[in-house]
């Protein structure tokens, strides 16, 4: 709503929401792969995005400026250090957020930077996924709703799937799900290393589990190693998880390799009964994956 003179005009909401629909938004380190990714993705949904990278004629400044969002699609010390520069220039009216997979210590850093509305928002895919739908995005709360409320619904109308979650939390989670994760199969890789398994040679002999597995390793470390390092590494929450892991480890050989078979099945059928009805489910969706990976393969080799 305007104010001329004396007369109230109102703004039609359908036009508020046509402003709405097409905003500018810059990523900083928009030339990288997740920052590709969603410029194709706010464009498509009729936004002009502006890219800033370290070698574009566009700075940061410049997209903090111009645009109505400035999303930070960077490692986690350069959104740091990003933020501190970017968020004394940047207005109430604006979004800040950022596209980390640690939320604890780049949202407290964006909060404290700026005067800016603020989200923590971690994506959980990768560049390599062709659509958004079924996508789990995770949504950490800074400072203001208009923002929030206009982001999740970029997202889930679109069809992904988002949570919110204090930054804490996430991090907690992402210690199993990315640090734990992670740290086993860059453990698988070395131990293949010290056994002097080559994956040419196990695939010969392999299960479809076991290749699946040999596949994912192959994918980290076809990958950017620094940022699985960082996942591990600066996750301060790692270190409890992997103790937890290690005990785990421990009683699995006592019950594993004891050699008494009723110790083995009831230390399995404990586990089992904690995961409950999703061990159907995950055999379902399983076969799933194992039946697309091999006829993918079949394919290509006909």
């Known amino acids: 709503m305007h104010i001329w003179g004396s007369y109230f005009v109102h703004v039609?909401?359908?036009?508020?929401?046509?402003?709405?629909?097409?905003?500018?938004?810059?990523?900083?380190?928009g030339?990288?792969?997740?920052?590709?990714?969603?410029?194709?993705?706010?464009?498509?949904?009729?936004?002009?995005?502006?890219?800033?990278?370290?070698?574009?004629?566009?700075?940061y400044e410049d997209v903090a400026k111009k645009c109505d969002v400035v999303i930070l699609s960077v490692p986690l010390d350069a959104a740091i250090s990003i933020s501190e520069e970017i968020g004394p220039v940047m207005s109430q009216n604006q979004l800040l957020?950022?596209?980390?997979?640690?939320?604890?210590?780049?949202?407290?850093?964006?909060?404290?930077?700026t005067s800016a509305?603020?989200?923590?928002?971690?994506?959980?895919?990768?560049?390599?996924?062709?659509?958004?739908?079924?996508?789990?995005?995770?949504?950490?709360?800074?400072?203001?709703?208009?923002?929030?409320?206009?982001?999740?619904?970029?997202?889930?109308?679109?069809?992904?799937?988002?949570?919110?979650?204090?930054p804490?939390?996430?991090?907690?989670?992402?210690?199993?799900?990315?640090?734990?994760?992670?740290?086993?199969?860059?453990?698988?890789?070395r131990t293949l290393q010290k056994?002097?398994?080559?994956?040419?040679?196990?695939?010969?002999?392999?299960?479809?589990?076991?290749?699946?597995k040999i596949d994912l390793l192959a994918r980290l470390f076809a990958q950017d190693l620094g940022l699985y390092a960082n996942l591990i590494g600066k996750n301060t929450h790692v270190k409890d998880t992997v103790d937890t892991f290690l005990s785990a480890m421990d009683e699995a050989k006592k019950c594993l390799l004891s050699g008494?078979?009723?110790?083995?099945?009831?230390?399995?059928?404990?586990?089992r009964d904690f995961l409950g009805d999703y061990c159907r489910d995950g055999l379902e969706e399983s076969n799933k994956i194992l039946t697309a990976l091999y006829s993918e393969k079949n394919n290509s080799h006909s």
Request: glycine letters at 10%.
């Open 260 to 271: 008494q078979d009723e110790n083995a099945i009831s230390f399995m059928e404990n586990i």
């Open 97 to 113: 957020m950022d596209f980390c997979s640690l939320k604890e210590s780049i949202l407290k850093n964006m909060l404290s930077s």
């Open 31 to 59: 030339t990288g792969g997740m920052g590709r990714w969603f410029k194709n993705f706010f464009s498509e949904s009729g936004h002009n995005v502006l890219i800033s990278g370290r070698k574009t004629e566009i700075t």
């Open 168 to 189: 804490v939390t996430h991090d907690r989670n992402m210690a199993v799900v990315q640090g734990l994760t992670h740290l086993l199969t860059i453990c698988l890789g």
């Open 117 to 166: 509305q603020v989200t923590g928002t971690h994506p959980l895919f990768g560049p390599f996924t062709d659509s958004i739908t079924g996508q789990n995005i995770i949504v950490c709360h800074g400072r203001g709703t208009k923002w929030l409320e206009w982001l999740e619904d970029e997202f889930t109308k679109k069809g992904a799937i988002v949570t919110h979650m204090d």
């Open 12 to 29: 039609p909401k359908v036009l508020q929401n046509d402003i709405m629909d097409r905003l500018n938004i810059g990523i900083i380190g």
């Open 195 to 212: 056994l002097n398994m080559a994956p040419s040679d196990a695939v010969l002999y392999s299960t479809p589990v076991f290749r699946l």
